[in-house]
């Protein structure tokens, strides 16, 4: 069963109440929410107090997507919010296994999320620590980007090795997840989708109109 991840940042502020509620409704799998720190990726977006928000009002487990330098340092005030995923990004910081721990230690689920440049051999070590792995297709920062087709080949890669090694953790496929390319990254091998803007959020169809629709394509 492919899990569903509404990109938060894509969604519309001012009906964010309507929206929790529909996605509830759909019983969608994880909140994706987008941290960025104008540092490590040149977007600012969402931050604790907003988390804080949604796990307050939404039961939906919280996809905390850390784009941010100096993560360690927030680690605790994100792990707070129920008990959610958390990926840090091994390209912006030095420690990573050290951040994986500590995300442990405060509550949350660790996952590591990897720029569309950075090769799997980067976190060969790191897969046996965690719990999901969120492959970039697009650059970090921005939502509305086109594919990097080369990135298709990396999750079949990591869907490979992690059946090859008896892995257990999601493969989750994060930026421009449309309705063009939903069908060849489930079939590479995607356990979570980020939704945004090029097809839950396409502004076309009603949400739980699009939610049907991907969840027929996906047989979920
Ligand atoms: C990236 C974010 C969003 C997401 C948006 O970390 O999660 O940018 O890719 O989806 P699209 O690419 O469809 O607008
Ligand atoms: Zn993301």
Redesign the pocket.
């Known amino acids: 069963m492919v899990k569903l991840a509404p990109?938060i940042?894509?969604s519309d502020f001012i009906q964010l109440k309507e929206q929790l509620d529909i996605f509830e409704k759909e019983n969608i799998d994880y909140l994706?929410i987008?941290v960025m720190d104008g540092h490590y990726v040149p977007n600012f977006t969402l931050g604790p107090d907003f988390c804080k928000a949604l796990s307050l009002y939404s039961p939906i487990p919280l996809d905390i997507?850390l784009?941010i330098e100096n993560a360690d340092n927030h680690i605790p005030a994100f792990s707070s919010f129920g008990k959610p995923l958390i990926s840090i990004h091994p390209e912006a910081g030095y420690h990573p296994l050290r951040s994986i721990d500590f995300i442990r230690k405060n509550g949350g689920i660790p996952g590591i999320?990897i720029d569309p440049a950075t090769p799997l051999e980067v976190i060969k070590y790191i897969l046996p620590d965690i719990e999901m792995v969120c492959v970039?297709?697009?650059n970090?920062?921005?939502?509305?980007?086109k594919l990097l087709p080369q990135t298709m080949n990396k999750i079949r890669e990591l869907r490979d090795l992690a059946d090859g090694q008896g892995y257990t953790f999601d493969i989750e496929v994060?930026?421009?997840?449309?309705w063009e390319h939903i069908p060849a990254m489930v079939e590479a091998g995607a356990d979570i989708l980020?939704?945004?803007?090029?097809?839950l959020?396409d502004g076309k169809n009603g949400l739980s109109e699009n939610i049907k629709k991907i969840r027929e394509m996906t047989g979920s």
């Open positions: 990109s940042m894509c994706h987008d997507h784009m999320a970039m297709t697009v970090p920062g921005y939502s509305g980007q994060d930026g421009n997840v449309s980020v939704l945004g803007t090029s097809s959020f």
